[in-house]
């Protein structure tokens, strides 16, 4: 197959300028609809992370930070030299998070510009190619920059490893997408170095392969000998290494990590509803929290796991007849789907929570695909009637413009962390994790007086979860009250005979019992 250049090189320097100029704009929105995140304090997950995270205080010790987090290294790096930037105020943390989401932004826009113009090349497709490739760019990366779902990924500190691994992935797609069209060695190579780094920033990055291998089978065009070459010399090497990886982590998460964690094959119709949930939250996002209960299916015949199990077949069916129609939007809708197995994978095995908002980051590039490629088409279309592009332009900001306006009231929200916490708490106010939220927000702003009632709700919930108690009784023994925390790590010590944190805070306990005491001695006559 003969080489195919960049779409820039092929294009007019005034048409380039307009391309880069479009993304660019694009990116502005991103920056300017996260700016009131930049000023938000740290928040739950960001304290153990970053501000009790000793590996990131000395930026040279590369072995230390490294050996941290060593399944996600490159976050912790990347932590290590904001602190070696901005010390621990959390507004250089913030500002790295949303220039990488303005970096993914201009990445999204070159995806989608580089995939319309792949597809229009594509012969034997239902659907004409008509849709301009800008429009396709200019539309999927608003999208991208103004949607609320990704508040969690951008404005959350800890989301770090979303919009960071997003930006090695998109690179490395992009990589790969030069090679399969004639690029040479230099290509192959720059797309597993990258590939690899996005691996090491979180591990969802493994399904870089079967990303490629889709837009090869559903975008490009090619004989099936050259597919076969492809395959073999860059799907199947790295699809090779993803099954030797993703077992060993397996075995290793199991057997060491997360030791006699209990799978239940119910987890997977919790998955399934998960995806489902994801799309509609991306439809309409309504009920956004920093938690979400998703409860257990009983039953493979309960009505929402036969809707949803047959919702992903149907879902699955769209993106096979779509493949022939229009293959832009089938890829989309397949990117979708494939970036959140991973995660339900885990879950499957019983680690993690069934649902966050960051982990949709990536997935949503391909949703957000297929949305932009409807509004190209339907904006080409609209330029037959009197008026038609004015009004389909005019209903395409008027939605952008309202995602962004709640991105903004996201931000505000997780600008305080007890609002942030109580809004979780009124989506699911049975569940102990909001409850311990609460707590945590409100001893990190030094009401522990308030926290206190908080963590015995988070522990009345979920009597066997160590980590309420021991920051109980911190709380207690800060506010003076010595036996209520000894009671609080007694109840511990009946759970879990073996806690350590438990023995350490009881001896605390009993020092500062033993110091009243003297004092109290040494106050009579």
């Known amino acids: 197959m003969r080489s195919v250049g960049t779409h820039l090189a092929r294009t007019a320097p005034g048409r380039r300028l307009l391309l880069a100029c479009l993304a660019g704009c694009a990116a502005l929105v991103a920056v300017v609809l996260y700016l009131n995140a930049l000023d938000n304090p740290f928040v739950y997950d960001d304290y153990r992370l970053i501000v009790e995270n000793a590996s990131i205080l000395h930026p040279s010790d590369i072995q230390t930070i490294l050996i941290r987090d060593s399944t996600r290294p490159v976050v912790n790096l990347s932590y290590a030299i904001d602190t070696a930037l901005w010390g621990g105020n959390p507004f250089g943390y913030h500002l790295t998070n949303v220039l990488l989401h303005a970096v993914n932004v201009l990445l999204v826009f070159w995806v989608a510009l580089l995939a319309s113009d792949d597809r229009a090349r594509q012969p034997r497709q239902s659907v004409a190619a008509s849709a301009s490739p800008a429009v396709v760019a200019m539309s999927t990366a608003l999208l991208f920059a103004a949607h609320p779902m990704l508040t969690q990924a951008v404005g959350y500190i800890s989301g770090r490893s979303e919009v960071a691994y997003g930006c090695f992935f998109l690179l490395a797609f992009l990589a790969g997408r030069r090679w399969m069209l004639g690029g040479g060695r230099w290509w192959w190579a720059t797309c597993v170095a990258l590939w690899l780094v996005a691996v090491l920033t979180k591990e969802s990055a493994a399904m870089l392969p079967f990303v490629l291998l889709a837009y090869d089978w559903f975008v ?26 993703g077992v060993s982590r397996i075995a290793i998460l199991q057997l060491v990590e997360y030791h006699g964690t209990v799978t239940d094959w119910r987890f997977m119709l919790v998955a399934v509803d998960v995806f489902w949930r994801y799309l509609g939250m991306f439809a309409v996002p309504v009920d956004q929290a920093i938690f ?53 994978v885990l879950f499957t095995l019983g ?32 330029s037959t009637r009197p008026w038609g592009r004015a009004i389909v332009c005019a209903a395409g900001v008027l939605f952008v413009g309202q995602m962004g306006l709640k991105t903004m009231v996201r931000n505000a929200i997780w600008g305080d962390p007890v609002l942030l916490s109580r809004e979780a708490i009124g989506l699911a106010p049975e569940h102990w994790v909001p409850r311990l939220l609460l707590a945590e927000a409100l001893r990190h702003t030094g009401r522990c007086g308030e926290a206190i009632p908080e963590y015995r709700a988070a522990i009345s919930a979920r009597p066997q979860e160590e980590f309420p108690y021991t920051k109980l009784a911190g709380c207690l023994i800060e506010e003076r009250r010595l036996d209520e925390a000894e009671t609080a790590l007694l109840q511990l010590r009946t759970i879990n005979p073996e806690s350590r944190d438990a023995s350490m805070v009881l001896g605390i306990v009993a020092t500062l019992k033993r110091g009243q005491v003297e004092s109290a001695t040494a106050g009579r006559p």
Do not use: C, K, N
């Open 292 to 344: 979400h209960a998703v409860p257990m299916v009983s039953s493979p015949f309960a009505p929402r796991a036969l809707a949803g199990m047959l919702g992903l077949v149907a879902f699955l069916g769209a993106v096979w007849g779509l493949r022939r129609v229009h293959s832009l939007l089938a890829f989309g809708l397949l990117w979708f789907l494939v970036i959140q197995i991973p995660s339900s």
């Open 220 to 245: 490009l065009d090619a004989d099936s000998g050259e597919r076969r070459r492809r395959f073999l010399r860059l799907a199947l090497p790295l699809l090779s290494l993803t099954l030797l990886a």
């Open 351 to 382: 680690i993690g929570e069934p649902m966050a908002e960051h982990r949709a980051y990536v997935a949503a590039i391909g949703l957000f695909l297929t949305w932009g490629t409807a509004f190209a088409m339907l904006w080409s279309r609209a």
